[in-house]
């Protein structure tokens, strides 16, 4: 008998999910109350649960079902310059008011790459189906 228990699988979220108003701003807000993380360990942590994925038991897929293939995270957050980490601490910025973002990001696989993490990592932020929905084409991300 195989004691190995079963993958737990984490559909990706849709651009249509990513770009929506409502589903980023919680998204963003979860993303921020991580703040024992700094931008570079944002990068590590992305990169740690892709290379882990397999003794995490876990599973990436689109939202046909279809595997997600696993970028190279240098190629997602470049190390040039840095890039990579310039653009988490933008993502990270709060507005004036100091509710909402600064920056409505539209780089959909670095922000599906946040929203995996934050899938993976965080217990409040999960996608059910008798979570509310933002409209009737999709689920809308996390609560």
Same mark, same amino acid.
């Given at each position: 008998?195989?004691?190995?228990?079963?993958?737990? @699988?984490?559909? %990706?979220?849709?651009?249509?999910?990513?770009?929506?108003?409502?589903?980023?701003?919680?998204?963003?807000?979860?993303?921020?109350?991580?703040? /024992?993380?700094?931008?570079?360990?944002?990068? %590590?942590?992305?990169?740690?649960?892709?290379?882990?994925?397999?003794?995490? /038991?876990?599973?990436?897929?689109?939202?046909?079902?279809?595997?997600?293939?696993?970028?190279?995270?240098? &190629?997602?957050?470049?190390?040039?310059?840095?890039?990579?980490?310039?653009?988490?601490?933008?993502?990270?910025?709060?507005? @004036?008011?100091?509710?909402?973002?600064?920056?409505?990001?539209?780089?959909?696989?670095?922000?599906?790459?946040? &929203?995996?993490?934050?899938?993976?990592?965080?217990?409040?932020?999960?996608?059910?189906?008798?979570?509310?929905?933002?409209?009737?084409?999709?689920?809308?991300?996390?609560?």
């Amino acid at each position: 008998m195989n004691n190995q228990s079963l993958p737990r @699988v984490i559909f %990706t979220a849709t651009p249509d999910q990513l770009s929506c108003r409502r589903c980023y701003i919680h998204l963003w807000s979860t993303a921020v109350s991580l703040s /024992h993380l700094s931008s570079a360990g944002w990068i %590590t942590a992305i990169e740690e649960l892709f290379r882990d994925l397999d003794v995490l /038991h876990i599973q990436i897929r689109r939202p046909n079902g279809e595997l997600f293939q696993v970028p190279y995270i240098f &190629e997602i957050f470049p190390d040039d310059n840095e890039a990579g980490r310039r653009w988490v601490s933008n993502f990270r910025k709060v507005d @004036v008011k100091g509710k909402k973002p600064r920056y409505h990001c539209r780089c959909i696989l670095k922000l599906t790459c946040i &929203e995996l993490l934050l899938q993976a990592t965080v217990a409040k932020y999960i996608r059910h189906s008798d979570t509310p929905r933002c409209s009737s084409t999709h689920m809308p991300l996390g609560w």
